[in-house]
């Protein structure tokens, strides 16, 4: 089993729409949890830092579920400049485990 | 405020060539330091990590080493490089392990 799962999409949605990635992982013991964006060809950007309470920032929501092991990512109202890959991210120890990423593609 | 350098951005290096690949972070001390390689298509593997320098853990054997021979230096070197080491490396920083990272621009590394 992968340490971080996720679907790798594509998920193609109209401009305006809203969508959800969700990601599993394995080690009940990670401490900490993120989502990162990448463009296409570039470096991996932090896009936020995921709590067991939930947090938001402005059209993004990051949700934990401790006792499931599995993480989500809302995006509200997308916008074509949303377009790029989600990678899910939970630490092990002294390091960050990527997931493989879920493509999104919003489209006019 | 920190800022994470790296270079050169693109390398066509022939089979069995060397390699040499540099990062530096600045504006922190004591930064943990992690170099990752992202297969075409694929996700990020962790290929090294230090915590201080001289300090270097390896995720993966394989022909690439690291080192570290200053506070904000990470370096990742090939003797003899192969096909299968193409790929995009990204040299990457944080100054807790709880924290995210911050990812340098990458090296393109193609390999012919």
């Known amino acids: 089993r992968k340490e971080v799962e996720q679907d790798p999409g594509p998920f193609n949605v109209p401009e305006g729409a809203t969508v959800a990635f969700n990601c599993t992982y394995s080690n009940s013991a990670s401490q900490s949890f993120f989502w990162y964006r990448q463009d296409c060809r570039k470096e991996p950007k932090l896009l936020m830092s995921v709590y067991s309470s939930g947090n938001e920032d402005g059209r993004f929501t990051a949700q934990l579920n401790r006792a499931s092991q599995y993480i989500s990512l809302l995006i509200r109202d997308s916008k074509l400049s949303d377009s790029a890959t989600y990678l899910c991210v939970v630490n092990r120890g002294n390091k960050l485990t990527f997931g493989t990423g879920t493509q999104l593609k919003v489209e006019l | 405020s920190q800022t994470i350098h790296q270079w050169p951005a693109t390398l066509v290096q022939p089979v069995g060539s060397p390699l040499s690949l540099e990062c530096t972070v600045e504006g922190t001390s004591n930064p943990n330091l992690y170099w990752y390689r992202q297969a075409a298509g694929r996700g990020l593997q962790l290929l090294f990590y230090?915590?201080?320098?001289?300090?270097i853990s390896s995720e993966v054997p394989q022909n690439l080493s690291a080192s570290r021979p200053q506070d904000r230096q990470f370096i990742l070197s090939s003797k003899k490089l192969l096909l299968s080491d193409s790929g995009f490396y990204l040299c990457?920083?944080?100054?807790?392990?709880?924290?995210?990272?911050?990812f340098g621009s990458g090296t393109r590394l193609t390999v012919v």
């Open positions: 990457a920083w944080t100054p807790r392990s709880d924290y995210g990272y911050t």
């Open positions: 230090s915590v201080g320098i001289g300090q």
